[in-house]
Nanobody, 126 residues
Framework: QVQVEESGGGLVQAGESLRLSCTAS????????MGWFRQAPGKEREAISC????????YYADSVKDRFTTTRDNAKNTLFLQINTLKPEDTATYYC???????????????????WGRGTQVTVSS
């Protein structure tokens, strides 16, 4: 069974940094794209960053591209999201997901991702 698990969230003050991690199992990790998404209460789930199978291609939403960095360590089946200079509007549940239906996927559309973790909460106080 495919299993995805996020970690690293917490309660922080504005201006601080966090590194989120995502471990995955049950599939060939380096064959597929991965993504980070977030959802705040009462809002739609938002794609914030995606990375292709080998880490060479990345996408960032305009709201985060100057502060967030996505990397992957395929040898350890782990995805990372480095978040710098956190803002209160970054408060959300952050999800890691897998696009497992296509090889060489390079998009970042929420509906394309088919295996999801349960999320890790990031709360930023002002």
């Amino acid at each position: 069974q495919v299993q995805v698990e996020e970690s690293g969230g917490g309660l922080v003050q504005a201006g601080e940094s966090l590194r989120l991690s995502c471990t995955a199992s049950g599939f060939t990790f380096d064959d597929y794209a991965m993504g980070w998404f977030r959802q705040a209460p009462g809002k739609e789930r938002e794609a914030i960053s995606c990375i292709n199978w080998n880490g060479a291609g990345t996408y960032y939403a305009d709201s985060v591209k100057d502060r967030f960095t996505t990397t992957r360590d395929n040898a350890k089946n782990t995805l990372f999201l480095q978040i710098n200079t956190l803002k209160p509007e970054d408060t959300a549940t952050y999800y890691c997901a897998l696009e497992s239906r296509r090889l060489y996927y390079t998009g970042c559309a929420t509906g394309d991702f088919d295996h999801w973790g349960r999320g890790t909460q990031v709360t930023v106080s002002s």
